[in-house]
């Protein structure tokens, strides 16, 4: 069973920093591309960053808006993928995905996601 | 980036047929996928390339499009297909639809 779980969440100061984690099992993660994704409180979904794997020398890529203040990165020995966000706003609010991402009909897909980790950014 | 548009919610009955609809600003060809939120929780996967059902996804939902329109249709509608559902492609970085919520009669 696909497992991915995210954790390091919580409440921080705006001008802080926070690095989210997400682990997960159940498949080969060593094949996979992995995201993050957002979505602020009542508000949609919002594409933050992505990491590829080893045969695309882990590229990553990242949302215009976010550039700058975060980074992604993966341990393919503990099938893990981190997000470090900096320069804190309270519009970064919002509950942080991990996904996995699937080639499916040529098209990389969203397949799995995890709980979510929820980010309050407030004085 | 590829904007996404679509209708803010909707309400049907059970046993109806609902679409629901949303168009890029640009074509994205086939590459747009569907996604169902339920209050709470993470999106899960319906349909992906416009029109392939993802595995363990009920025969009530399908996909069509390609372009810049396309359609999620559920027929027909159950009662646990109160949610929220999203749009997103992939042809160019990617971006989501605002969220088409649909609320049972």
């Known amino acids: 069973e696909v497992q991915i779980l995210e954790t390091g969440g919580g409440l921080v100061k705006p001008g802080g920093s926070l690095r989210l984690s997400c682990a997960t099992s159940?498949?080969?993660?060593?094949?996979?591309?992995m995201n993050w994704v957002r979505q602020a409180p009542g508000k949609g979904l919002e594409w933050v960053a992505q990491?590829?794997?080893?045969?695309?020398?882990?590229?990553?890529y990242y949302a215009e808006s976010l550039e700058g203040r975060v980074t992604i990165s993966r341990d393919d020995s503990k099938s893990s993928v981190y997000l470090q966000v900096s320069s804190l706003r309270a519009e970064d609010t919002a509950i942080y995905y991990c996904t996995r991402e699937a080639l499916k009909q040529l098209y990389g897909v969203m397949d799995a996601w995890g709980q979510g980790a929820s980010v309050t950014v407030s004085s | 980036d590829t904007v996404l548009t679509q209708s803010p919610a909707l309400a049907v009955s059970p046993g109806e047929r609902v679409t629901i609809s949303c168009r890029a600003s640009?074509?994205?060809?086939?590459?747009m996928h569907w996604y169902q939120q339920k209050p709470g929780q993470q999106p899960k996967l319906l349909i992906y390339g416009a029109s392939n059902l993802e595995s363990g996804v009920p025969a009530r939902f399908s996909g069509s499009g390609s372009g810049t329109d396309f359609t999620l249709t559920i027929d027909p509608v159950e009662a646990d297909d109160t949610a929220t559902y999203f749009c997103?492609?992939?042809?160019?970085?990617?971006?989501f639809g605002g969220g088409t919520k649909l609320e049972l009669k």
């Open positions: 990491i590829r794997n080893k045969n695309y020398n882990y590229a990553t």
């Open positions: 159940g498949f080969n993660f060593n094949d996979y591309f």
């Open positions: 640009e074509s994205v060809s086939t590459g």
């Open positions: 997103q492609q992939s042809w160019n970085d990617p971006t």
